[in-house]
């Protein structure tokens, strides 16, 4: 496995967590390595993300790079009817402008709008598909039943308008393998997950003290997924990984990828230090029966169905 042509970067990082020349350095080291794909949103950072990443590739070749990013919700959570088509009109004009680029390889809703009709969406995207500033088209955090009604009013010549769907997965949180990913595979559409680490959970990084900088420190959600039987699992998980010379996060990983009809996993990564581990702990994949094993650890603990693992939407 190509592990590194697997991995597309967290965009929500640049801009929050990175300055831009942090973050043209972090891309630098990203591109020598082969990680040149990348996920952002025009509400991530206020679209700060966006103009960041924009300003880099203009001292690029736009080419050696895939960027996706995201339309349809407003900062705060509103979703109800921010893809109209004027909306959303104007939401690509203002991507590609802060992205400095003629195109966008992978254009995404980046929730379902339950108001507006999935038409009006589908006559925006083919006119800018049409005129070359959308390459592919992709929803985010659709649930199965959305998904299916969607397809059940696609006609034949909408057969290949969805390219891809991004919903959640991690070896603690697996509802999209249950019928969501299935119902995907068999409808060509490629599948691109986020939050394998479970917000940095599986990291183990949360288990003996949750630093004032950590994200848990004024979360709330973190904090309550953080449960004595979570906690027991990755105590177990940590040891298993050590004894077969793994690391939990290369094995979380490599674990998602290995599901059926997974492409790709957004990978959110806070600096060059954090990038460089990340790439010696994936260098040597492990085997079947080495995840196979990490998976049995995981089933014998019963989580709360209140513990949410970063889930935003019921699969």
Known sequence: MDIFNKIILGGNIFGAFMTENETFNFLDKSNEMGIRSIDTSDTYSEGYSEAIIGNYLNTQNR????????????????????????????????????????????YQLHHYDPITPFDEIKDVVNKNKKQGFIKNFGLSNYSYKQMKFLFSSLNEDDDKL?????????????????????????????????GVLARGILSGKYLNDISKTSRAFSSISIKNDLSNEVIACIEELNNFALKSSNSVIALSIY??????????????????????????????????????DFENIVSKYEFNSSETFGAFVNL
């Open 63 to 106: 080419e050696k790079w895939y960027i996706a990013t995201k339309c349809g919700l407003i900062s705060h959570g509103i979703k109800e009817g921010c893809n109209k088509p004027d909306i959303l009109t104007n939401k690509l004009e203002k991507s590609l402008k802060r992205l400095r680029t003629s195109y966008i390889d992978l």
């Open 255 to 292: 674990w998602s990828l290995k599901q059926s009809g997974i492409d790709n996993v957004i990978v959110g990564i806070r600096g060059i230090k954090q990038l460089l581990n990340l790439k010696e702990l994936l260098e040597v994949e492990p085997t079947n029966n080495i995840i196979n």
């Open 162 to 194: 969805i390219h891809s769907i991004q919903c959640h997965l991690n070896v603690f949180k697996t509802d999209a393998l249950d019928k969501l990913t299935p119902f995907c595979n068999n409808n060509n559409v490629k599948v691109i997950i986020y």
